[in-house]
Nanobody
């Protein structure tokens, strides 16, 4: 069974930091692109950051310089380090693992940034 389990969401004040983790079972980030997406109330889901096997990354313009995505291949986990958080970062953050064979999503974790 392929599964992604996210952790690390919560409530933080503006300017604070959180680290999200996404651990995969039944698939591996060594052969899948790992991505973090978010969806705020009343808005469409958007890509936040993505990391490819080999280490290439891309980020949404709104998070460049504040967020960092990384992979621990030994733990089969993708992290999203979020610094200098803003109220507009408030959303449900979901993890994704994608390759030519499958497209898997986690259940999502809430991130709330208070002003």
């Amino acid at each position: 069974q392929v599964q992604l389990v996210e952790s690390g969401g919560g409530l933080v004040q503006a300017g604070g930091s959180l680290r999200l983790a996404c651990t995969a079972s039944g698939t591996t980030f060594a052969t899948s692109a790992g991505g973090w997406y978010r969806q705020a109330p009343g808005k469409e889901r958007e890509l936040v950051a993505r990391i490819f096997p080999g280490g290439g990354t891309n980020y949404a313009d709104s998070v460049k310089g504040r967020f960092t995505i990384s992979t621990d291949y030994d733990k089969n986990t993708v992290y999203l380090q979020m610094n200098s958080l803003r109220p507009e970062d408030t959303a449900v953050y979901s993890c994704n693992a994608r390759n030519v064979w499958r497209d898997v999503w986690g259940q999502g974790t809430q991130v709330t940034v208070s002003s």
